[in-house]
Structures are given as structure tokens and as C-alpha cells.
């Protein structure tokens, strides 16, 4: 495994890497012929998203409508 410096923040980056672990910046394994959603979602939203800060997001997102639906459902059954 060998290790690259990051062209964005010269940080040592592992080259199968898919993001510089420091700054976001894709890696060469986040090229369009091997990247996949974490390099498509990166370069539509103008930025590089992690697959951690996707996860973080969708459970997020699941989470609040999860607590809207029971609140609703709590309000309904008062009346």
C-alpha cells in the first residue's frame, strides 16, 4: 500500500483511498470509472461528501420524521 501526499493538503494519503481523510479531497480511487455515489454526490452538491456524512445525514433525516410521525400520531389520538 503506498502512500501519496494529498494534492490539496499534502497530507499522506493511501492511494486506494477514495478521500483524503484530512480535507475531503477524492482520491485517484474516486475516479468516475471506479468512484461511484461518494464521487457523483461530491462534484452535484460542489463538494466532497464523505460516505460517513451520508450516513450521518440519512439517519438523520429517518430519525426526524420517525419522531414527526409518532408526535402526529400522539396529537391525533388526544382529539
Given at each position: 500500500?503506498?502512500l501519496?501526499?494529498?494534492?490539496?493538503c499534502?497530507?499522506?494519503?493511501?492511494?486506494?483511498?477514495?478521500?483524503?481523510?484530512?480535507?475531503?479531497?477524492?482520491?485517484?480511487?474516486?475516479?468516475?470509472?471506479?468512484?461511484?455515489?461518494?464521487?457523483?454526490?461530491?462534484?452535484?452538491?460542489?463538494?466532497?461528501?464523505?460516505?460517513?456524512?451520508?450516513?450521518?445525514?440519512?439517519?438523520g433525516?429517518?430519525?426526524?420524521?420517525?419522531?414527526?410521525?409518532?408526535?402526529?400520531?400522539?396529537?391525533?389520538?388526544?382529539?
Amino acid at each position: 500500500m503506498a502512500l501519496i501526499p494529498c494534492p490539496a493538503c499534502a497530507r499522506q494519503v493511501s492511494a486506494q483511498a477514495l478521500a483524503c481523510p484530512g480535507c475531503g479531497h477524492p482520491g485517484d480511487a474516486a475516479s468516475p470509472a471506479g468512484g461511484g455515489v461518494t464521487r457523483m454526490l461530491g462534484t452535484v452538491a460542489g463538494t466532497y461528501i464523505s460516505t460517513t456524512t451520508l450516513a450521518s445525514l440519512v439517519l438523520g433525516v429517518v430519525m426526524f420524521v420517525c419522531v414527526a410521525a409518532v408526535l402526529i400520531t400522539l396529537i391525533l389520538k388526544s382529539q
